[in-house]
């Protein structure tokens, strides 16, 4: 039976590639099926963190909301469209979103003056006290994560992980990590 194991291992990894063929997602190798496991399982580790530092914070923010915020602190001002397609959500969806940061006083909305049907979004000191609240709160979390890990484990993470963001900020397809490109309120500003 454990003979085999790594037959089987070898079948389900190349399964993995087989489905994913169709998808642009094919480059991946079957050995590398058990790193993008573990990296989705900290992604999911690092969603729970952010949500956490989230939860007890005023005014109440959703994680989209909290996105948000940093787009729009990260290029000092956005258009509601901007935010949209940062955001990857219609202009709709990024309205009625803008709507609930300005009645929760976290966002200044104003006509632009040079196009009044643009509004330009700005975050207010409300919006940025809630940003480094939640900030330090995550970091105590992630330093207390870090503190049941052997010192040499924690700098292969750290290396690692900086290859990830390194990664993520030359690939195209992580919007995440895309400037936006436009003549508007932010040009020439960019990601701080």
Do not use: W, Y
């Not at 979390?141 to 900020?169: F, T, Y």
């Amino acid at each position: 039976m454990l003979s085999a194991m790594p037959d089987a291992i070898e079948t389900v990894s190349e399964s993995i590639v087989a489905e994913l063929a169709d998808d642009d997602a094919a480059s991946m190798l079957a050995g590398q099926a058990d790193i993008v496991d573990a990296v989705l399982a900290a992604n999911r580790v690092f969603v729970a963190v952010a949500a956490g530092a989230l939860a007890n914070l005023e005014p109440e923010v959703t994680l989209p909301q909290f996105r948000a915020l940093v787009l729009i602190d990260i290029h000092d001002a956005m258009t509601v469209a901007q935010l949209a397609e940062a955001l990857g959500v219609v202009p709709s969806t990024a309205t009625r979103m803008c709507d609930r940061l300005v009645a929760k006083e976290l966002v200044d909305r104003v006509v632009d003056g040079t196009n009044r049907r643009q509004m330009t979004l700005t975050l207010r000191p409300e919006g940025r006290t809630l940003i480094e609240q939640s900030t330090r709160q995550r970091k105590r979390e992630v330093n207390r994560l870090l503190k049941s890990i052997p010192a040499r484990a924690q700098a292969d993470l750290a290396e690692a992980l900086g290859l990830l963001v390194q990664a993520a900020h030359s690939s195209d397809r992580t919007r995440a990590s895309r400037r936006l490109q436009s003549t508007g309120p932010d040009a020439g500003r960019g990601a701080r």
